[in-house]
């Protein structure tokens, strides 16, 4: 079912979708659907008058998606690793039902919001241990962008191996002005 929303011409990011439609998690985000569920669509730049919740769902992530590559100048894989890692914290901006062209602001402080929670939660833990900055999205964007390869690891699930990622953190936050 997915695999036919992928095929449409409006969905930019379809192979970067497919990817995450393999992983066990993003099957649960799909299975709080009601995929039966319509859409209506009032400003109809790209959809017809009505879609269905699933096909929604998948146009919101495409949308983060393309959201999330607008600002990370990294290499693909860093960046789709990235998006992996933030699509399951504060996702409700996946679920909403509002056409995204209905109420775009909404959608992109949404997604800011969506980007940004993992790296808080985290920033959150690693205060108790180092000197960390707390970034808003914009100052947050621009460190990814300079750590090129090494950006995913403000994002990762720290608390399988906290005191791996305190040394990791500590030593990005302390090169900042270095090739990292």
């Known amino acids: 079912m997915i695999n036919n929303i992928l095929l449409n011409d409006y969905i930019s990011n379809s192979s ?28 109809k730049l790209i959809h017809k008058n009505n879609i269905t919740y699933l096909e929604q769902f998948i ?15 990294l290499n693909q894989q860093e960046v789709r690793y990235i998006i992996y890692l933030t699509i399951y914290d504060n996702n409700d901006i996946l679920f909403d039902k509002e056409y ?27 205060k108790k241990y180092i000197k960390i900055n707390k970034y808003n999205f914009d100052s947050l964007i621009n460190k990814l962008n300079q750590l090129k390869n090494k950006a995913h690891f403000y ?22 002005n270095m090739c990292v």
């Open 59 to 73: 146009f919101n992530l495409d949308m983060y998606i393309s959201f999330i590559k607008k600002y990370l100048l």
């Open 155 to 176: 994002f990762e699930n720290i608390n399988k191996n906290l005191p791996y990622y305190i040394e990791i953190i500590n030593y990005l936050e302390n090169t900042s």
């Open 16 to 43: 970067d979708i497919l990817s995450l439609s393999k992983d066990k998690c993003f099957t649960n985000l799909l299975n709080k659907l009601d995929k039966n569920e319509i859409i209506n669509v009032n400003s």
């Open 100 to 126: 995204y062209y209905d109420n775009k602001d909404k959608y992109i402080a949404g997604f800011k919001n969506m980007f940004i929670s993992k790296y808080l939660n985290n920033y959150n833990i690693l």
